[in-house]
């Protein structure tokens, strides 16, 4: 299984390396899609989130 480091290098992340990127649990993930503060992206049964929108999120700090 590829490491969390080499997985923040591409661009799309599942929604388990997307919440240990933010160091959130995939309930508060969920809780961020529903609040419309994060788009998520469904491509054969999983769930992407754009890693561009995740910084963006860390930038504008109202995560």
């Avoid at 923040?8 to 959130?24: D, M, N, S, V």
């Avoid at 054969?44 to 890693?51: A, M």
């Amino acid at each position: 299984m590829e490491s969390v480091i080499g997985s923040i290098q591409r661009k799309w992340l599942t929604t388990e390396e997307a919440a240990k990127y933010l160091g959130k649990t995939k309930v508060a993930m969920w809780h961020l899609v529903s609040k419309g503060m994060l788009i998520k992206r469904k491509l054969g049964g999983r769930l992407y989130f754009k890693k561009s929108e995740l910084d963006q999120l860390i930038e504008s700090s109202i995560y």
